[in-house]
């Protein structure tokens, strides 16, 4: 079956995880991704958090999968050579490069545009321009710029960051909606372009809901659905919500039976409102219905702490899974707290191609994530990650080049 993507060709001069992220999303939809890294090292994940020695770690496999690799020294005048002869064959060049590297290494907008008119050059950087744009940034940087850390955690206790990568795989996927709306856009111009994508402004938009409650507090100067209310301070800033939900419909984390001893025993217990009336007979407190202090939705507001002490009542009685059994019976929203081990094991997300297991010849079978994204037309197979140079004597005779001057160009280090 064709493949969404079929006849795009990426130079993927991506590393570690915000770039690899969307080079690696476009491979699955069916581009030719070819990576560029240098010899001896590649991308410096191969060698970070390695679980066995001297092989590819997770960190890397589970980030690369279905690219080609090529090694190129892109300083050395002929390995120069060699990627311009990419530029000219790829209609997209992926860099995630700290500002300013890929024009010190004599790659401007302006050079590619001469070697490739139809060429769209996606970047991602730490920040926009502005007071920051010359920085390097990670993952924890960009959470902690763009938005998240602050309204991330107790309002006792210090700013703090997510698990999930919302400023590397974040920007990585707004980067590859960019890319592919960029091609659409080609198919009418001819034309190549820039698209760029910083990791604050990633954050931000992943934080939208924030600064609504920003414009919200700045005009009312308390926000009800917070746990701050009725009894804390707001000051003047968004203040952190620890587990409140973030839109209209009340919800917590509460314990599990066995949550003694099981830090994931819990589950996330929404009080949507259509199903109050469930709620009440579930827990066994039918005399919430007629009371007036919880009979709606905004009476309940400067309660709510108490509504999820006298649920987690219920719920200590019942596992995490038990209580979403009896929950989802009456359509009340809840999530159990899987971790990631529960994931790992869960059959329907091996069925769905959510979970995969991939065989690696140097380091064997190992689980990672999919293709979250599903289309009907354009299934993902995931393909293990390549081997640092695997592919450089094949995309070098694609580029026309003789096995002699292979050898030669190797012997000078420039590939
Ligand atoms: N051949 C020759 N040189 C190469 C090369 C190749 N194939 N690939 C990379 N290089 C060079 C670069 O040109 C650069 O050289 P320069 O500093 O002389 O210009 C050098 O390697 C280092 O690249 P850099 O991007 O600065 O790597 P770093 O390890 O110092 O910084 C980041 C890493 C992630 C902090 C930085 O790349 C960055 O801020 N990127 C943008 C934001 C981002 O994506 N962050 C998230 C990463 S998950």
Redesign the pocket.
């Known amino acids: 079956m064709s493949k969404a993507l079929d006849g795009v060709r990426i130079l993927d ?1 991506t ?5 690899p992220t969307c080079t690696q999303l476009l491979a699955w939809f069916g581009a030719d991704v070819i990576k ?3 010899a001896g090292e590649g991308d ?1 994940t191969r060698g970070q958090l390695r679980d066995i020695p001297d092989v590819d770690s997770l960190y890397f496999t589970m980030l690369n999968h279905n690219k080609r690799s090529v090694t ?4 050395k005048p002929k ?1 120069k050579e060699v990627l311009e002869a990419l530029v000219r064959k790829c209609d997209v060049l992926v860099e ?6 890929l024009d ?2 004599g790659f401007t907008w302006e050079r590619i545009q001469e070697l490739n008119p139809h060429m769209i050059v996606a970047s ?3 920040f926009g321009p502005g007071p920051y744009q010359d ?5 924890n940087v960009a959470q902690c710029a763009g938005g998240s850390a602050s309204t991330t955690g107790f309002d006792d206790g210090p700013p703090m960051v997510t698990g999930a990568q919302i ?2 795989s974040g920007t990585g996927l707004h980067l590859a909606l960019g890319i592919v709306t960029a091609l659409y856009q080609r198919h009418r111009t001819g034309r190549g372009q820039r698209v760029t994508a910083a ?1 604050q402004d990633g954050v931000l938009n992943l934080c939208r809901v924030k600064l609504r409650d920003q414009q919200r507090l700045d005009r009312t100067h308390v926000m009800e659905e917070y746990p701050q209310y009725p009894n804390g301070v707001f000051g003047e800033a968004v203040p952190r919500a620890g587990n409140a939900s973030g839109g209209g419909q009340p919800g917590w984390i509460l314990k599990c039976k066995g949550w003694e001893t099981d830090p994931n025993a819990y589950i996330y217990f929404i009080t949507q409102a259509p199903v109050w009336k469930a709620i009440c007979e579930v827990i066994g407190r039918p005399e919430w219905l007629t009371d007036p202090r919880y009979a709606t939705p905004k009476a309940r507001l400067p309660h709510l702490q108490d509504i999820f002490a006298d649920i987690e009542k219920w719920t200590m009685t019942k596992t995490k899974f038990e209580a979403m059994d009896i929950l989802n019976q009456h359509d009340i929203p809840c999530g159990p707290i899987l971790s990631m081990k529960e994931l790992a094991a869960e059959p329907s997300l091996r069925k769905t191609g959510t979970i995969v297991e991939v065989d690696h010849p140097k380091r064997g079978k190992y689980l990672t994530v999919g293709n979250p994204i599903k289309l009907s037309d354009s299934p993902t197979e995931v393909v293990r990650s390549p081997l640092l140079g695997e592919h450089t004597d094949e995309v070098m005779a694609e580029l026309g080049y003789g096995t002699e001057q292979v050898a030669a160009l190797r012997a000078e280090g420039a590939i």
């Open positions: 001069f590393h570690v995880q915000s770039g560029v890294e240098r410096i190129i020294d892109a300083k390995g995630n490069f700290a500002p300013g590297a010190r290494m991602i950087k730490g920085c390097k940034v990670y993952e400023g590397d990791m």
